[in-house]
């Protein structure tokens, strides 16, 4: 738009070539007001035209769990001699720097004891932090931890 704005100017012949500090500073003149005239036109579409050009596209993502950096819980023995099983639901708070600062149980599993394991366990592991706006945020990560016996014959205890 800009480029049309110059040549629609100079075509017409009525292109101003006086420095903008004069046409500032000197206003009285029906020349120099003609100039001023045409610089504002040319400012004005140049901000048109940066306007329209749209906005880069930042994608949000939530945390991402690096499992290889997780420690495994151990199965309770006291759990596992119970039978114990089920899913332990979480949340964890991941901070900006990809470290869990804290955590609290959305569900149960049914035994306090596979729940409180899940969550050490889970407060150990290191995230790829959310992205909000291009940069690294704290939030809250939704985790599911299942436990299951997969061979009851095996389990501690039994012969």
């Not at 206003?27 to 901000?47: E, K, M, P, Q």
């Not at 949340?91 to 969550?119: P, Y």
Request: proline residues 6%; aromatic residues 6%.
């Amino acid at each position: 738009m800009t480029d049309k704005l110059i040549a629609l100017l100079a075509a017409s012949r009525r292109f101003c070539v006086t420095p903008l500090s004069k046409v500032i500073m000197h206003g009285n003149d029906r020349r120099h007001s003609t100039c001023r005239s045409i610089v504002g036109l040319l400012l004005a579409g140049a901000a048109l035209a940066a306007c329209s050009t749209p906005a880069p596209v930042v994608s949000n993502t939530g945390a991402l769990a690096l499992f290889s950096t997780c420690t495994k819980p151990l199965y309770p023995r006291e759990s596992a001699l119970r039978g114990s099983q089920g899913t332990t639901a979480m949340n964890l708070l991941v901070e900006a720097n990809g470290r869990v600062s804290d955590g609290k149980i959305d569900s149960s599993s049914g035994d306090a004891m596979l729940d409180d394991t899940a969550m050490k366990a889970m407060k150990t592991c290191r995230f790829k932090p959310a992205i909000s706006d291009g940069y690294a945020v704290a939030q809250w990560t939704p985790l599911m931890y299942v436990w299951t016996i997969e061979n009851p014959d095996q389990a501690p205890g039994r012969p």
